[in-house]
């Protein structure tokens, strides 16, 4: 049984259709490289996957379950990486990580400097992360990806804003997730120079 199956999915914004009859089916150990102009669905289809938007038509199932039956389940067993960050830029990386492991209901280890130091913000624990910037307050989003274990991750243009070094470590990361038989859907405009194969879903523009 796939784990992650899309059956004729269709989705409208403002009266525009952007994508229907969409539908694929993910295995454990495979990556869907999302593809398409600005306006095309990208970001609506990834919401979609992890239960923030309904579709028109159609359903996504995990494990043979449609995911709308199975809502608290589900959440469980993914991780979302979005356009909005959800850090608190009031907070210190150290408190963002805290309090996300808080409502994720993970027991993370009292000592998160380590993963800190991992994530290249060493110095900057302390420090508000607004005072950081883009590129590493983006670094902290991503240490969800090294605090939760979950089969499904879901990155909408993770890539933007990451120096070439943070790039290569995230890959690495990713790549790791694959081998241990996870799965991941993205977006990216970058090219996706992994080992293993990655398969593509284009989505076109509709006017």
Same mark, same amino acid.
């Given at each position: 049984?796939?784990?992650?199956?899309?059956?004729?999915?269709?989705?409208?914004?403002?009266?525009?259709? $952007?994508?229907?009859?969409?539908?694929?089916? %993910?295995?454990? +150990?495979? =990556?869907?490289?999302? #593809?398409?102009?600005?306006? /095309?669905?990208?970001?609506?289809?990834?919401?979609?996957?992890?239960?923030?938007?309904?579709?028109?038509?159609?359903?996504?199932?995990?494990?043979?379950?449609?995911?709308?039956?199975?809502?608290?389940?589900?959440?469980?067993?993914?991780?979302?990486?979005?356009?909005?960050?959800?850090?608190?830029?009031?907070?210190?990386?150290?408190?963002?990580?805290?309090?996300?492991?808080?409502?994720?209901?993970?027991?993370?280890?009292?000592?998160?400097?380590?993963?800190?130091?991992? $994530?290249?913000?060493?110095?900057?624990?302390? %420090?508000?992360? +607004?005072? =950081?910037?883009?590129? #590493?307050?983006?670094?902290? /989003?991503?240490?969800?990806?090294?605090?939760?274990?979950?089969?499904?991750?879901?990155?909408?243009?993770?890539?933007?804003?990451?120096?070439?070094?943070?790039?290569?470590?995230?890959?690495?990361?990713?790549?790791?997730?694959?081998?241990?038989?996870?799965?991941?859907?993205?977006?990216?405009?970058?090219?996706?120079?992994?080992?293993?194969?990655?398969?593509?879903?284009?989505?076109?523009?509709?006017?």
């Amino acid at each position: 049984m796939s784990l992650l199956s899309v059956n004729n999915l269709s989705c409208i914004k403002r009266d525009r259709i $952007l994508f229907d009859e969409l539908g694929f089916v %993910l295995q454990p +150990g495979e =990556l869907l490289h999302v #593809q398409g102009p600005n306006g /095309a669905g990208k970001t609506s289809l990834l919401r979609l996957l992890v239960g923030l938007s309904q579709p028109q038509s159609g359903e996504i199932c995990w494990q043979g379950e449609d995911i709308r039956q199975i809502q608290s389940q589900y959440q469980r067993q993914l991780c979302y990486f979005g356009h909005k960050l959800g850090v608190n830029l009031a907070l210190s990386a150290l408190d963002n990580l805290h309090f996300w492991c808080q409502m994720q209901e993970i027991k993370a280890d009292a000592d998160l400097y380590p993963l800190l130091e991992t $994530l290249g913000l060493v110095g900057l624990e302390e %420090l508000p992360a +607004g005072q =950081l910037s883009a590129g #590493q307050q983006r670094r902290i /989003a991503l240490a969800r990806f090294w605090l939760k274990s979950c089969p499904l991750w879901v990155l909408d243009e993770p890539f933007t804003a990451l120096d070439r070094q943070a790039v290569q470590m995230l890959k690495s990361r990713m790549q790791a997730h694959l081998q241990g038989q996870g799965i991941i859907v993205m977006t990216s405009h970058q090219s996706l120079d992994f080992p293993t194969p990655v398969r593509e879903l284009h989505l076109e523009y509709r006017l």
